[in-house]
């Protein structure tokens, strides 16, 4: 079982963005919908740059992410571009699409805009350090090869770096086992085997969904019992796309004027200023859609009032126990009581989860009961001393979430102190778009922007454009490099957490909060005011460089 993205990586060719001694503008990691965007925008304006992509092909997330069911939780036009040429000849056959329909999306990209040829695959960034002297970053890829530019951006995303608890015995397991986010191109086949799955994040729950008709058997093991809510998938014809495109323009600015970058945002009520009766309704018309408007566009009051969100819970609670008829797994996959504030979890969108444990073949294991002790060659080991035997493991215990792409790419600052270290007690950036003693770097949907609070591309877009515009002024008012003080740093980690702790996200650990990793630090990792804020309070320091050293 792979673990580790250097594990993949390789030469392809010795010419062009695979030379060794590139010195290009523009170093840009990850080649999914942020790398793509600053690419095609940079050229645009005359710059040189190169993309190094760990993957095979465009895409980022939906390149690895091949395990079955994998599929975006946001719906379309939504999720794509805003670019014309992109969307004026793409059709989508559903308003959720899968891995294989979003890869066929980055395909049309590349098609019309022409991103390969500048793009170097298994390309694995492993060290990364700026010299103040020449005024240029020294970027090193695991198979060899170094390349320079003046300007260097992380678009890795948020699940670049995969996390495997360390199991006793994992390696002795016999049978076939993958990471959700390793899942072999060729799939496996698992008709009547007996198969487990590892964790009931969104991948958990997508695998079983597509597990629980076919597998022999099937037992989920969960620790936190995932709020999932229907997603309200259904086909789209051509000709309705079509037609709807005349809209687009308007749609697409509409989405970076919405909290969550979608095409809603929160009622302008609060909860309890309806009647029960009138709550009840409302609840039910935003399921009835389906998706994220019952979690990012219902009452405003939600995600910041315990009782508020109580109500939110039990309609939750309602409506999914109604799914689910043994008792037993039914207060463990939708308890009374909330294992948490609904919504300060990313929930999941599901299609048809809970029936899958009406199934006799389909049985939910709580870890909080009985832990995982150790693998054994045959299966798993419980706490209770029961050997589950297994033909198939899938592992979907997610990710070192949100900043584990950054630490663990070598990044060295200009003091020689590593990232990874300086962000072992606490994420620090200035704005959620660069850090303090790494000059003239650049990140987008990672640490301290709305990234896992927004719909994707939103969020591409908006920090996107304020790093091509940053760079544009640095150019425009002749300086070598800029780099955010500690002062401003500071300043902007306090928004980050006086924004979160006016909300319940700290009541919980959670990938808002760091994530689920031993010994990972507790604390808020997004930005949680809402894109059209944010793009405000970011735009707002270009003028002046406010909060920045700048060296002619």
Not at 230 to 237: E, I, Q, V
Not at 342 to 352: D, H, I, S, T
């Amino acid at each position: 079982m792979k673990a580790e993205l250097r594990e993949f990586a390789r030469r392809n060719d010795t010419t062009g963005p695979y030379a060794d001694n590139l010195d290009v503008d523009v170093l840009i990691v990850g080649a999914g919908f942020g790398g793509v965007f600053l690419l095609y925008q940079l050229r645009k304006l005359g710059f040189k740059a190169v993309i190094y992509e760990a993957g095979t092909d465009l895409g980022g997330t939906w390149r690895w992410n091949c395990y079955p069911g994998a599929r975006v939780d946001s719906e379309v036009p939504e999720y794509e571009y805003s670019i014309p040429e992109v969307w004026k000849d793409w059709t989508w056959t559903t308003n959720y699409p899968n891995y294989e329909e979003l890869r066929a999306y980055f395909d049309h990209v590349d098609k019309v805009l022409d991103i390969k040829k500048d793009c170097a695959f298994d390309s694995v960034v492993v060290d990364a350090q700026f010299h103040e002297g020449e005024g240029k970053w020294h970027v090193k890829t695991a198979d060899g090869r170094t390349g320079k530019s003046k300007y260097f951006i992380v678009a890795a995303g948020f699940a670049a770096k995969r996390y495997i608890p360390d199991f006793k015995g994992l390696d002795s397991f016999k049978g076939v086992i993958h990471h959700s986010s390793f899942w072999p191109e060729e799939g496996v086949d698992v008709r009547g085997k007996r198969c487990a799955v590892i964790g009931t994040g969104a991948s958990g729950v997508q695998i079983a969904q597509e597990w629980g008709p076919i597998a022999g058997s099937l037992k989920v093991f969960q620790r936190t019992p995932n709020l999932a809510i229907p997603m309200g998938k259904k086909s789209l014809t051509h000709a309705e796309q079509q037609n709807a495109k005349v809209h687009y323009p308007k749609l697409f600015a509409l989405r970076e004027k919405c909290f969550g970058g979608f095409f809603y945002s929160f009622s302008e009520k609060n909860t309890f200023d309806d009647t029960p009766e009138e709550r009840e309704a409302f609840f039910q018309s935003l399921w009835d859609h389906g998706g994220f408007p019952y979690w990012l566009g219902t009452y405003k009051d939600m995600l910041f009032d315990a009782a508020a969100n109580r109500e939110a819970y039990n309609f939750w609670a309602k409506n999914i126990r109604n799914r689910i008829g043994d008792p037993k797994k039914r207060d463990l996959l939708a308890p009374l009581e909330p294992p948490h504030a609904f919504g300060v979890k990313r929930p999941c969108l599901e299609q048809n989860y809970y029936e899958q444990f009406n199934r006799p073949t389909v049985d939910v294991i709580c870890l909080k009961q009985t832990p995982i002790k150790e693998f054994k060659p045959t299966g798993i080991l419980t706490a209770d001393g029961t050997l589950h035997e297994f033909d198939v493991i899938a592992i979907a215990t997610g990710f070192d979430i949100t900043t584990g792409g950054m630490t663990n790419m070598g990044l060295r600052s200009i003091h020689n102190t590593s990232l990874n270290s300086e962000w072992k007690a606490a994420a620090n950036t200035y704005l959620g778009t660069t850090i303090s003693g790494y000059p003239n770097m650049f990140h987008l949907y990672g640490p301290h922007g709305p990234t896992l609070l927004s719909n994707g591309p939103s969020s591409v877009e908006v920090q996107g454009r304020w790093i091509v515009d940053a760079i544009k002024k640095i150019e425009r008012d002749g300086l070598k490099y800029v780099d955010p003080t500690p002062e401003a740093t500071k300043e902007w980690k306090k928004r980050i957490n006086e924004l979160s702790d006016a909300s319940l996200f700290p009541t919980t650990r959670s990938t808002y909060m760091g994530g689920s990793l031993p010994g990972k630090a507790f604390e808020q990792v997004n930005y949680a005011g809402g894109i059209p804020t944010y793009a405000v309070e970011i735009r707002e320091v270009l003028e002046g460089w406010k909060g920045f050293r700048t060296v002619k």
